[in-house]
Antibody, heavy 121, light 108 residues
Framework: EVQLVQSGAEVKKPGESLKISCKGS????????IGWVRQMPGKGLEWMGI????????RYSPSFQGQVTISADKSISTAYLQWSSLKASDTAMYYC??????????????WGQGTLVTVSS | AIQLTQSPSSLSASVGDRVTITCRAS??????LAWYQQKPGKAPKLLIY???SLESGVPSRFSGSGSGTDFTLTISSLQPEDFATYYC??????????FGPGTKVDIK
């Protein structure tokens, strides 16, 4: 069974750094892209970026380029999303997702349970 | 960048109603469109991919249609468990994704 299990909720102060994780299981972690989606409180879904753990090829949404870093450790089947200096506006639920190629296009067939990040002084 | 708009932004409907949600792309995207359902406090769930293909395990009352710039998600007979927010999503060849703003379906 494919599973994406994310790390737990975080409460941080503005200016602090943070790295959240997403562990994939039940499939070949290095053979699928894995990505991140943000959902701010009461708002819609925003795609942030994806990484291919097999070769670390990474793509970012223009809205998030330079704001976050996506990485992966294929030895432990885990992807990461990190911030070097958090802002209050980073407060959101973050989902990891697995894009699946349908034969024509990519869609997110599996989602993690979400990690709530709260940034407050 | 391709933008997606959805209409309506919200709707009220009754159990048994036929519901149609529209998603429009700012430029042609062929059939590179998916639909997701999100219930409060839960992760989204894939319903439709390639504009009209039903994801495994999704009830047949859900259907998708369209290509190019105009797409629709139809629920043929709304069930109590269908009250949720629905998002469309597009993909381009650079592996960049965009979501629509969402349509909230609630009980009339």
């Amino acid at each position: 069974e494919v599973q994406l299990v994310q790390s737990g909720a975080e409460v941080k102060k503005p200016g602090e750094s943070l790295k959240i994780s997403c562990k994939g299981s039940g499939y070949s972690f290095t053979s699928y892209w894995i990505g991140w989606v943000r959902q701010m409180p009461g708002k819609g879904l925003e795609w942030m970026g994806i990484i291919y753990p097999g070769d670390s090829d990474t793509r970012y949404s223009p809205s998030f380029q330079g704001q976050v870093t996506i990485s992966a450790d294929k030895s432990i089947s885990t992807a990461y999303l990190q911030w070097s200096s958090l802002k209050a506006s980073d407060t959101a639920m973050y989902y990891c997702v697995r894009p699946l190629y349908s034969g024509s296009y990519y869609y997110f067939d599996y989602w993690g349970q979400g990690t709530l990040v709260t940034v407050s002084s | 960048a391709i933008q997606l708009t959805q209409s309506p932004s919200s709707l009220s409907a009754s159990v048994g109603d036929r519901v149609t949600i529209t998603c429009r792309a700012s430029q042609g995207i062929s059939s590179a469109l998916a639909w997701y359902q999100q219930k409060p406090g839960k992760a989204p769930k894939l319903l439709i991919y390639d504009a009209s293909s039903l994801e495994s395990g999704v009830p047949s009352r859900f259907s998708g249609s369209g290509s190019g710039t105009d797409f629709t998600l139809t629920i043929s007979s709304l069930q109590p468990e269908d009250f949720a927010t629905y998002y469309c999503q597009q993909f381009n060849s650079y592996l960049l994704f965009t979501f629509g703003p969402g349509t909230k379906v609630d009980i009339k």
